[in-house]
Structure formats: C-alpha cells, structure tokens
C-alpha cells in the first residue's frame, strides 16, 4: 500500500511538472511550441514574428534541454518586443548533428550603450540556461540595426 501510494505521489508530481513546463502545451514538442511563438506573443501592429525550423535532424535532446531552449527563445522575443521597436523579429532553430543553434533577431533600434545597459533577470536567466545545457549565449548589438540573441552549442 505505501508503495502503491508512493507510485501515484511521484506521478501526480509528475504532472504537476508536466503542466509547469512551457512544452507543456505541445505535448513536449519544441518544435511546434516554437512555432506558437507568434501565438504566444499576439499583438496589434508590428513587430512582424516569424519563426522558421532549419535542419532534418529528429530532436533527441532532454526534454529538461528543451525546455531551456524555448525559455530562452521566449525571453528573447519578449525583450524584442518591448524594448526593440522593430518592425520585425525574427526566430530560427536549427538541429543538426553537430548541435543546436537558436537565433533571435530584430530590426530595431538594438541595445544601449553599455553605461545605460540595465542589467536585467532576463538576460541573467537566459544565460544560466544556456550554461546548464552546455550552450553558449551570445547577445550582440547589431550597430543600431538591431538585436540578436543567440544560442548555440551540443546540448545532447
């Protein structure tokens, strides 16, 4: 009896994990909860937001890894949108064998000079993600052209 009630407290945290997670909604599919990114982020007007998925490659990474890369790709996007003012954000996975590559990118008016950079929880947390799956996070003004984040390394 202790055991089977053991067995359902795992379970049921399980689940409770499960509904924590933002692959939640897709069923722990990160390549369709990228592809809700514009979904996620409705608004009126620009920015455009358009996500594209490059590379055949079948996804075998950790769910726990995945979970970090759509974190990152929200964050980025919720950066773009409200500090960018762009006409267009840009998101672009790509699998392959030799690693991941997670790119967001935006025409706006890029960061500010780094005596006005605030040092956010959001870019503190995107880079502890990248760190605890063995990923690189590079976040490069682009000369007033733009922002982009990226995140790239062999996570498997």
Do not use: W
Not at 112 to 122: E, T
Not at 130 to 145: Q, R
């Amino acid at each position: 009896m202790i055991e089977k009630l053991a067995q359902r407290a795992v379970a049921t945290c399980k689940d409770i994990a499960h509904g924590l997670s933002a692959l939640g909604e897709t069923g722990g599919n990160l390549y369709q909860a990228l592809r809700s990114l514009p979904e996620r982020f409705q608004h009126d007007g620009p920015p455009l937001l358009e996500v594209t998925i490059k590379g055949g490659t079948p996804l075998t990474l950790a769910e726990a890894t995945q979970h970090h890369i759509l974190r990152v790709a929200q964050e980025a996007v919720a950066n773009a949108l409200k500090h960018a003012q762009a006409q267009h954000v840009a998101v672009v996975f790509e699998n392959s064998p030799s690693g991941v590559t997670l790119t967001v990118r935006d025409d706006g008016i890029g960061l500010p000079p780094v005596a006005k950079l605030r040092v956010g929880l959001g870019r503190a947390t995107m880079r502890f993600r990248a760190s605890a799956i063995g990923a690189g996070l590079y976040i490069k003004n682009l000369n007033n052209k733009g922002t982009e984040v990226r995140l790239q390394g062999d996570p498997s």
